[in-house]
């Protein structure tokens, strides 16, 4: 029944329809991707377009990020079915928020596999002496989010980490029941300063921003774009060593 099915599929309809039906079926029926090679064909098979590398990451706390032109996706993704490839082109290409998100959803559903499934670490929490600095920042975020992003954004919890070394700071979306945060680096802070402590602040912000429209995080043009709006550049101008 299955293949009478298929058959059907093929020698049913005319001229666009039916060659648009073929072409489903046979992605469809194509072997899954095994590389991060087979997997960018495969999705610019299906409408991808802008992304000329794609690289496998083990990253649980974001699936699939872009920028400038490269793509990062979790090494999951290869054994996904059909319809999470396609949620991944969706959450790519859609120019309407609502199908970004819902291919967001699709996306943060899809469970990992068994190898990746190891303990998580357990989550940092603010260390007692850098509480009064947390409570500074999430003040300045309420602010920033009045001031340069219309009320937008949802208040998050801000936390100063003592384990961050290599990073300013860290956006990190809502996902496996912990809520979003935004992480600063306490060597940052005390390295640099709080002025530009809050200029990261901000980045990590237009990060939520990212998020909470539906679009991939990284540095891609819309990120660059939003970053020019609330007045900071498109990337950290440190490395924390």
Known sequence: MGLRSLIGRLRGGRGATRS??????ALELAPPPRTAAELLAHLQRMGLRGIRTLSLTRNRSVMVSASDGGLRVHRAFLAAPAPVHRAIVRFLMSSRRAERLAARRALVAFPVGDDERRAPRAPERTHPDDEKIAATLAEWHARYNSERFGGALTPVAIRVSRRMRARLGHYAPAQAGRP???AISRRHLR???FAEGLE?????M???WQDEQGHPLGHDRHFREKSRTVGIGGRAKRVVD
């Open 206 to 208: 237009v990060h939520q």
């Open 180 to 182: 979003a945060e935004i």
């Open 20 to 25: 648009r039906d073929a072409q489903q079926l």
């Open 200 to 204: 990261t602040l901000l980045h990590e």
């Open 191 to 193: 390295r640099h300063g």
